[in-house]
């Protein structure tokens, strides 16, 4: 069993930065490909970032491409996910993911975090 664990979010105003950490445990962290999800109230939950194991490679949703950035200490078993110049439609609630296969970012689904909310205001 894996599990995630999200911290970082909070209340900031637009144009701020905030940085989400997610730590993993119970499994070689190395071995996931991991993911930033988000879900606003009403809307469906939508990609934002992801990983891959090593974490050579990312990928970013366009509505964040420039202003967020997801890394990984595989020592210290984290994931981060560092949101600058934010805006009021960066309000959701974020959640991590594990996953063992990378590629498209909606099979990192294996394991999901219990999601920290970020407020934005304007």
């Known amino acids: 069993q894996v599990q995630l664990v999200e911290s970082g979010g909070g209340l900031v105003q637009a144009g701020g930065s905030l940085r989400l950490s997610c730590a993993v445990s119970?499994?070689?962290?190395?071995?996931?490909?991991m993911g930033w999800f988000r879900q606003a109230p009403g809307k469906d939950r939508e990609f934002v970032a992801s990983?891959?194991?090593?974490?050579?490679?990312?990928l970013y949703a366009d509505s964040v491409k420039g202003r967020f950035t997801t890394s990984r200490d595989n020592a210290e078993n984290t994931v981060y996910l560092q949101m600058n110049s934010l805006k009021p439609e960066d309000t959701a609630v974020y959640y991590c993911a594990a996953g063992s296969a990378w590629g498209s970012p909606w099979s990192i689904n294996d394991y999901w975090g219990q999601g920290t909310q970020v407020t934005v205001s304007s």
């Open positions: 119970g499994r070689t962290f190395s071995l996931y490909a």
């Open positions: 990983i891959s194991q090593s974490g050579g490679n990312t």
